[in-house]
């Protein structure tokens, strides 16, 4: 439900009452992602949606899919990157107010 919130920006199922959601994750239509979204992204909440649970990808077989994979190699790659300029800097940082002590 939460990658359909922050895809589409509302919420997957909506109704008055408790019965009244109840009923409509149950029985009702099964939203689908905004066509601006990639077909796997598009599939992927889907397949969480899923009513059936055997459908339902575990977390575990989300974290292996290939596209998700490319997505936190480059997310750590993205860290690394601010780490190394942080100690860059605060290595430049050092070293300026070493001089400014002399």
């Not at 939460?2 to 909506?14: G, H, K, S, T, W």
């Not at 936190?72 to 790659?77: A, F, G, I, K, T």
Request: with cysteine; charged share 25%.
């Amino acid at each position: 439900c939460i990658l359909y919130e922050m895809c589409a920006l509302q919420v997957p199922f909506d109704a008055s009452s408790i019965s009244g959601l109840v009923q409509k994750i149950c029985y009702g239509a099964l939203p689908t992602v905004p066509d601006s979204y990639s077909e796997f992204l598009q599939r992927l909440c889907s397949q969480m949606l899923s009513r059936d649970p055997r459908k339902r990808p575990s977390a575990d077989e989300v974290l292996q899919m290939p596209e998700i994979q490319k997505v936190v190699r480059q997310m750590l790659e993205e860290v690394r990157l601010l780490q190394r300029e942080e100690k860059e800097i605060r290595a430049a940082a050092v070293a300026a107010a070493g001089s400014y002590r002399k």
